[in-house]
T-cell receptor, first 114, second 115 residues
């Protein structure tokens, strides 16, 4: 059974700091991995999608890496801003044919202080 | 990627009543899903909404409690029936557009409080 774990559960940093969020999964047979952002009481916004054949994806100040063999992904946020404060969720698509459900981690709640 | 309109955005309901949540997509999509996020928890898949056939429910979720309709490739509804305070959650619909190149897209969610 695929399980996804995110560490740390919560993180508080001063503005401008670079930070890394961690995601691990137990079964390396994934189709892809997706990072989402969720603001309090809101839906999910997709940040980055990494296909199983890829090693990393970048969008602006965000960089996500994937090491499928070790079951790990990291989300790197450069020069953090107060507007980055949110919960970050990683999710894996466990089916090799990408027709299955997403398995989510518990999330990392980030607070960036001005 | 697809744009999803989910309604209502929030509601406060009396126990024993039912609420129907709507999910409208701006393009035809093959796969639509309904998730639940209980307070302080991550997302759990309720069911896959299949166009023209009965939804496929995950373990722990049943059709009588969460009936789902999907009349076409752009629209689905989830009903939360005979509600109790334990049903207070955020409910989200999700789609996988095209060949999945852009990954899953989520609606803005429905925040349900049952009193």
């Amino acid at each position: 059974k695929q399980e996804v774990t995110q560490i740390p559960a919560a993180l508080s940093v001063p503005e401008g700091e670079n930070l890394v969020l961690n995601c691990s999964f137990t079964d390396s047979a994934i189709y892809n991995l997706q990072w989402f952002r969720q603001d309090p009481g809101k839906g999910l916004t997709s940040l980055l999608l990494i296909q199983s054949s890829q090693r990393e994806q970048t969008s602006g100040r965000l960089n996500a890496s994937l090491d499928k063999s070790s079951g790990r992904s990291t989300l790197y946020i450069a020069a953090s801003q107060p507007g980055d404060s949110a919960t970050y969720l990683c999710a894996v698509s466990p089916s090799l044919s990408n027709t299955g459900k997403l398995i989510f981690g518990q999330g990392t709640t980030l607070q960036v202080k001005p | 990627s697809a744009v999803i309109s989910q309604k209502p955005s929030r509601d406060i309901c009396q126990r024993g009543t039912s609420l129907t949540i709507q999910c409208q997509v701006d393009s035809q999509v093959t796969m639509m899903f309904w998730y639940r996020q209980q307070p302080g928890q991550s997302l759990t898949l309720i069911a896959t909404a299949n166009q023209g056939s009965e939804a496929t429910y995950e373990s722990g979720f049943v059709i009588d409690k969460f009936p789902i309709s999907r009349p076409n490739l752009t629209f689905s509804t989830l009903t939360v029936s005979n509600m109790s305070p334990e049903d207070s959650s955020i409910y989200l619909c999700s789609v996988l557009p095209g060949q999945g190149y852009y990954g899953y897209t989520f609606g803005s969610g429905t925040r349900l409080t049952v009193v």
